[in-house]
């Protein structure tokens, strides 16, 4: 997975102080809803099947909200390790 930062766009300039905060994002593949009973009996090679496949998008969180979808690649310099090329970004309330 290569360390290369995202491209900025033009908004996102010098003048803003908090342009170079990080900033942790969830990136979120699918929800599994196992009972309490399946998740106690869960041990190493269990299986937990998703309400996804592997060619559905994947959804961006930051903090508690959807910023974003796309789809997982390999990382294109040698393959090992994933990254999330974005496909949507969601319009956000910017009113609080």
């Known amino acids: 997975m290569t360390d290369a930062a995202p ?3 033009p908004e996102m300039s010098d003048e803003n102080p908090f342009a170079e905060v990080p ?3 969830t990136v979120s593949v699918g929800q599994a809803r196992p009972t309490v009973r399946e998740l106690l009996a869960l041990k190493s090679d ?3 099947p998703l309400d996804r496949s592997v060619d559905d ?4 969180y930051a903090g508690d909200r959807l ?3 796309g789809e997982l690649q390999e990382a294109d ?3 090992a390790g ?3 090329r974005i496909t949507e970004v969601l319009p956000q309330d910017r009113t609080g």
Do not use: K, Y
């Not at 998008?57 to 961006?60: G, I, K, Q, T």
């Open 57 to 60: 998008p994947v959804e961006l």
């Open 82 to 84: 994933l990254v999330v």
């Open 46 to 48: 269990a299986v937990l």
């Open 67 to 69: 910023i974003a979808r």
């Open 7 to 9: 491209e900025i766009s």
């Open 23 to 25: 900033i942790e994002i």
């Open 77 to 79: 310099d040698d393959g």
